[in-house]
T-cell receptor
Framework: DSGVTQTPKHLITATGQRVTLRCSPRSGDLSVYWYQQSLDQGLQFLIH???????AKGNILERFSAQQFPDLHSELNLSSLELGDSALYFC?????????????FGPGTRLTVL | GENVEQHPSTLSVQEGDSAVIKCTYS??????FPWYKQELGKRPQLIID?????GEKKDQRIAVTLNKTAKHFSLHITETQPEDSAVYFC????????????FGRGTSLIVHP
């Protein structure tokens, strides 16, 4: 157990819908990272937040947004869902805000869009 | 942007053999290279990493080498065991103000008892 929690574990929804994925970092970690893992695209970095502020954006679609709250938990919002958004979504946390800190991954949320 | 190529996509070895996975990257500004192990249905876990000011790093049966000139780095696993069976991902990262990792497509390592 990495200490990073993600809810829900599984999510099944329909095209066009909107969902929210939640992540709670390890105690003491200030950074949260979001990743998408699909069979055809592999592991893709989406976005990084550090202590409530956006630090870096990767291949995140405009339909997706994220935020990190004062208690450091983070939410990833996915809207106007498409079949291709079906994937495993991981969050990870680290102590600091740069790559010099080891990242700890959560168990993931499996999203299925029907 | 950065591009990371990882080979092979599948690697099958006998228990006790060595396994080598190679990654090449394109951005000379990348300076941090972690390796992750992901067992089926589980989360990725960092197993070893290397920074651009180091050529080699070892941790028990696992080692990573980096050739900055050629822009490639490799994961070496010696005395493989069935529990080493998993998908291994490499990544290249340009550290500094931002953290933007680019991952390889993964290598499925199968260790036969």
């Amino acid at each position: 157990d990495s200490g990073v929690t993600q809810t829900p574990k599984h999510l099944i929804t329909a095209t066009g819908q909107r969902v929210t994925l939640r992540c709670s970092p390890r105690s003491g970690d200030l950074s949260v990272y979001w990743y998408q893992q699909s069979l055809d695209q592999g592991l893709q970095f989406l976005i990084h937040y550090y202590n409530g502020e956006e630090r870096a954006k990767g291949n995140i679609l405009e339909r997706f947004s994220a935020q990190q709250f004062p208690d450091l938990h983070s939410e990833l919002n996915l809207s106007s869902l498409e079949l291709g958004d079906s994937a495993l979504y991981f969050c990870a946390s680290s102590v600091g805000g740069t790559s010099s800190n080891e990242q700890f991954f959560g168990p993931g949320t499996r999203l299925t869009v029907l | 942007g950065e591009n990371v190529e990882q080979h092979p996509s599948t690697l099958s070895v006998q228990e006790g053999d060595s396994a080598v996975i190679k990654c090449t990257y394109s951005d000379s500004a990348s300076n941090y290279f972690p390796w992750y192990k992901q067992e089926l249905g589980k989360r990725p876990q960092l197993i070893i990493d290397i920074r651009s000011n180091v050529g080699e790093k070892k941790d028990q049966r696992i080692a990573v080498t980096l050739n900055k000139t050629a822009k490639h780095f490799s994961l070496h696993i010696t005395e493989t065991q069935p529990e080493d069976s998993a998908v291994y991902f490499c990544a290249a990262i340009t550290s500094g103000g931002s953290y933007i990792p680019t991952f390889g497509r993964g290598t499925s390592l199968i260790v036969h008892p």
